[in-house]
């Protein structure tokens, strides 16, 4: 479980690639000092298990299912990633629960600046947007974000200068992948009221109204 805190921005020095998955090697001279191996690892908001140590190096191996998912498949040597180790009991929550299950990814189609801060406008499969809402939570390449608006098929966030400074985020253009996990509590919402309805897969509103979820 993570936070959506990038705690360091890492460098891919390798990227060894096979018709199995790949095994990536990560400079991450801070997350190193605490990780150890079979420990996860947020990488890009992907979960992975450090599968070897070498002083400031970590290697993680993808499996394809990840490569598909997520935008992994797409990282070279000297390409930086967001790095955060897993949420310890008594650490503080500075972002919202963060699984690290990518559910799919998006494109970034606007960059505006408005003051000091950037929004950045996400391009996603419509499917997809019956889970963000307006000052809902996303994981955006693992860094936990408000989202601002939503439309049909994209949704906005506004990016401040620390969170473009000290994250991928402010390396982003038009057209780049992003990989993103919807806040859990409406997919696992979403799940019992399809039972509650018998498994058929349909949420309407008299659903919502009898479960107590709409007047």
């Not at 994209?154 to 969170?163: A, C, G, K, R």
Request: with cysteine; glycine share 10%; net charge neutral.
């Amino acid at each position: 479980m993570f936070t959506g805190i990038v705690k360091e921005l890492g460098e891919v020095e390798r990227v060894d690639a096979s018709t199995e998955g790949a095994r990536l090697v990560i400079h991450a001279p801070h997350i190193s000092q605490r990780a150890e191996v079979g420990d996860s690892v947020a990488v890009n908001g992907v979960c992975l298990t450090v599968v070897q140590k070498q002083q400031a190096r970590l290697r993680f191996d993808a499996v394809l299912e990840t490569l598909r998912r997520s935008n992994l498949g797409e990282l070279k040597p000297g390409d930086r990633v967001n790095l955060e180790d897993p949420l310890r009991v008594g650490d503080s929550i500075g972002g919202h629960f963060v699984q690290g299950h990518v559910d799919t990814t998006g494109v970034v189609e606007r960059l505006e600046p408005q003051g000091n801060a950037v929004v950045m406008v996400v391009r996603v499969h419509g499917e997809w947007m019956r889970y963000p809402v307006p000052k809902g939570s996303v994981a955006v390449d693992g860094v936990s974000l408000t989202v601002v608006d939503t439309w049909r098929s994209e949704f906005s966030v506004w990016l401040i200068p620390h969170t473009r400074a000290v994250t991928t985020l402010g390396f982003r253009r038009i057209g780049d992948r992003v990989n993103l996990e919807f806040d859990m509590l409406a997919k696992y919402i979403e799940r019992l009221l399809e039972w509650r309805q018998g498994g058929s897969g349909g949420v309407d509103m008299e659903l919502l109204r009898k479960t107590g979820f709409a007047n």
